[in-house]
């Protein structure tokens, strides 16, 4: 997969991602239309999809809230890559089928606007516009499968 890098700060917690004010639906079109906008309030309009965000240390900190990992998919973000996760996230994330990287020295290189491709399962990150390449830890095989199968639940009923 590869797209543009969109670049945020550390701790952005979920009230950044998915303000509480919308959380009064789970429709993920819905949530998605607001994902990220008390953090960057014209984001949504100018990302496309197959895009990426970047994000600092402890992306997704803050209140307990699936609708954060929810929103970000269903913007049509490739993966979240961020020097570290907030636990819950971390969860969420793989639970919904959200591909998520760690990676220090990815995050402080790649610079807004860069052109970037991520390979899941070698836990590749390249910035195809410095021709730099990153390693992040790749997910175990059943992680993998079950971010491929686009979540938890989906996974499961597909094993059945």
């Not at 269903?74 to 570290?84: L, P, R």
């Not at 591909?99 to 790649?110: F, G, H, T």
């Amino acid at each position: 997969m590869n797209g543009r890098a969109w670049k945020f700060k550390d701790n952005i917690d979920t009230d950044l991602i998915i303000p509480a004010r919308y959380l009064n639906t789970s429709d993920p079109k819905e949530l998605a239309a607001h994902c990220m906008e008390d953090a960057d309030p014209k984001w949504i309009g100018k990302m496309q999809t197959g895009d990426f965000i970047v994000g600092g240390e402890n992306f997704g900190c803050g209140s307990y809230r699936e609708h954060a990992p929810i929103a970000i998919k269903a913007a049509g973000v490739s993966a979240v890559i961020a020097k570290s996760f907030a636990r819950i996230f971390y969860r969420n994330a793989i639970n919904i089928g959200l591909p998520i990287l760690e990676s220090k020295e990815a995050v402080d290189e790649i610079h807004q606007g860069d052109q970037i491709e991520v390979n899941l399962a070698k836990g590749e990150i390249k910035n195809l516009t410095t021709k730099s390449i990153y390693k992040a830890q790749p997910f175990p095989e059943f992680m993998q499968k079950i971010i491929k199968a686009g979540g938890l639940i989906k996974y499961l009923k597909k094993k059945r």
